[in-house]
């Protein structure tokens, strides 16, 4: 099993960015009242399509792609490319202020004295730690501004998977989740004058 990252030279049609839940409602028959709980943390979702009409060059870049995925045995390391960077102020080296434990969805992240007043907004992506299960894709979701020592206190979801220790490295520059098919066909088309088209892929977050 590998890690595959996204290519270079991939045009995108599409970009889909969701989420599945794994969460089961009950309802009372007789008062109608509903109760949820959860059977296991939701996982990020993408799903992309390219442009129409590749040349047999551009359409080789997408045939390689899918081959080392290895159907679904390797795994695609993946960025929102709609939104590589935060829409806040926050930059350089992040790190979490202090530990952070599974289920919380606070965190205190520092990045030092030049970050002070800088911003976080509702919507950007943060990635704690890194590598394949031990690292999580998390968005922010809430407004946040550092404060003179440029610690910022953010909301974020999903609640972690992990426990973080304080000083765990905290990536805002095209943060990642890992990604596996969740379809076992993958197929293209002619285009007609020697044009390709029809590449798509359908994916969900695994971290094992």
Not at 75 to 102: C, F, I, K, W
Request: glycine fraction near 12%.
């Amino acid at each position: 099993m590998s890690v595959i990252s996204l290519p270079a030279g991939l045009q995108f049609g599409s970009w889909t960015w969701g989420q599945a839940d794994y969460s089961l409602t009950e309802i009372s028959d007789q008062t109608g009242a509903a109760s949820s709980r959860s059977f296991g943390p939701p996982r990020w979702t993408l799903a992309f399509t390219s442009v129409e009409a590749l040349s047999r060059v551009q359409a080789g870049v997408w045939e390689a792609f899918f081959a080392q995925l290895r159907g679904r045995v390797n795994h695609l390391a993946a960025y929102d490319v709609l939104r590589p960077v935060p829409q806040g102020t926050m930059r350089g080296s992040l790190t979490l202020n202090s530990s952070a434990a599974a289920g919380d969805v606070t965190l205190s992240i520092t990045g030092g004295g030049g970050q002070a007043s800088t911003t976080l907004l509702r919507g950007d992506w943060l990635q704690l730690s890194s590598g394949l299960g031990t690292s999580q894709l998390v968005k922010v979701c809430a407004d946040a501004t550092a404060n003179g020592s440029g610690v910022i206190s953010v909301t974020v979801e999903p609640p972690l998977r992990l426990a973080f220790v304080g000083s765990t490295v905290v990536t805002w520059s095209a943060p990642l989740a890992y990604f596996k098919r969740s379809t076992g066909r993958i197929e293209w088309r002619s285009a007609g004058a020697g044009f390709v088209s029809g590449f798509s892929l359908d994916l969900l977050e695994q971290w094992s």
